[in-house]
């Protein structure tokens, strides 16, 4: 009989996601895809073997893999822990001020100590203090909060039941992307359903003092519609309609009734990108299986790259198998003979 009351229930951690790492100074180090850690080494092989990743190696008493994909399906766990923000001020021995921008709950609760706005419903007046809560963040001994992010997921694909991956971002972007991503999941998850989505690490860059700056910003993709979401119609599915559909597979349509049966791979016919339709990277890769010059290919490669889907996993069609669109529209190219050739 579980423990109902007086201990407060939360997910088994399985490993971490990271959006970088550090360089051989020690500077933080900005990666083109996900890295992973995990302690258990038999869960690295697993998410290299997946991901098409690096194999893994030893990091302190944890593994990691190395990976070059940006996008992964995840299915988002029931429970209001899957986005956790707050303000933070950091020292050696950990988070010394705990804030949400209004009251403060460490070292004690109160008022928010971060700088105020002297009018805030004036713009300038809150993005000065904003800026100077960033500046007071940025000393070296640091004397403002700045926002953390943490993400819950589970791969559904990878091994370790119902654990959590669990991601952190200090990106003040985003903080901002994400608050309106956890207002719309608090239906579904309220509901005690899986939500499918994809974790995606999106390419940003702005301009600061002139200075071009470029950074990864972790974003969560919902499959769900709204409506589907506020209509409560993940609610009664079963466990295996809530997740996201493996790699190669479609998604499906969330419907009232009873779910269709998931055709078997071998038996789908490859699909050909239809003109005014949204493609997947799997429709774009079935297109590709039918190419028969490397024009058709460079064709398909473009459209991949204007609906960012290049680099999501597809199984080509026939395979066992699944890799990277880019990687497989690359091979595709360098099968065909070129242009004029005999």
Known sequence: MPILAGIQ??????????????????????????RFTTPSPKVAAEVAEFTGGDKPRQWGREWEVYTKIRRIPVALPPGNLVINQAMMRWSGGGPTMVCDGVTTSKPQRGPCQCPQPADPDDPD????????????????????????????????????????????????????????????LERARAAGQYLPAELALEYREARVDGTLRQYNVPAIRIDASIRAIANGEFAGRSLADQLPPAPGEQRRAITAG????????????????????????????????????????????????????????????????HEELDSYLHGKWEELPAAGAA
Not at 125 to 151: F, H, N, V
């Open 9 to 34: 229930q939360r997910s088994y951690v399985i490993g971490r996601i990271r959006t970088g790492d550090k360089d051989d100074k020690g500077l933080p180090h900005r990666l083109d895809g996900f």
């Open 125 to 184: 007046s809150i993005w000065e203090a904003i800026s100077e809560r960033r500046r007071l963040a940025g000393l070296k001994t640091p004397q403002g909060c700045y926002p953390y992010t943490w993400i819950n997921v589970c791969l559904p694909d990878i091994g370790g039941g119902s654990a959590v991956w669990r991601l952190l971002s200090k990106s003040e972007n985003a903080a901002a992307e994400l608050i309106q991503q956890a207002a719309l």
């Open 258 to 321: 009873e779910q269709a049966a998931r055709p078997q791979r071998e038996d789908r016919p490859a699909a050909t990108v239809r003109p005014g339709a949204i493609p997947t990277a799997q429709d774009i890769a079935n297109a590709a299986s039918k190419a028969t010059t490397r024009a058709q290919v460079v064709d398909l490669k473009a459209m991949a790259e204007e609906h960012r889907v290049q680099q999501d996993m597809i199984c080509p069609p026939g395979a066992d198998y």
